[in-house]
């Protein structure tokens, strides 16, 4: 049996305080799935990029892995069949 293999590759942007990510999963037929997320550094706090970079990309990976949840949820919901509707007499 092959190994299917899914890329995700994270963008991160740093503009002042604010840190936004992107997480663009890439499937071998080629589809695409993109997850979004955001950090915002209170002006109190140490100067440490790094933190703004991880909490804004596990922000971005646990918005792509919802957005995961809904598509596999519409297709099982293609995938099943319809309930019987009631019909009041």
Same mark, same amino acid.
């Given at each position: ?8 590759q994270?963008? !991160?942007?740093? +503009?002042?305080? #604010?840190?936004? /990510?992107? $997480?663009? *999963? ?23 990029p790094? !933190?703004?970079? +991880?909490?804004? #990309?596990a922000? /971005?990976? $646990?918005? *792509?892995?919802?957005r995961?949840?809904?598509i ?12 019987v ?5």
């Amino acid at each position: 049996m092959e190994a299917k293999q899914w890329t995700v590759q994270i963008y !991160i942007n740093e +503009e002042g305080d #604010a840190t936004s /990510a992107r $997480a663009v *999963l890439t499937s071998r037929d080629d589809t695409h799935v993109v997850g979004l997320g955001r950090a915002h550094r209170n002006p109190a706090d140490a100067l440490v990029p790094e !933190i703004g970079d +991880e909490l804004a #990309a596990a922000r /971005a990976l $646990a918005d *792509l892995a919802q957005r995961l949840q809904v598509i596999s949820s519409h297709d099982i919901e293609g995938l099943t069949t319809p309930p019987v509707p009631s019909r009041a007499w």
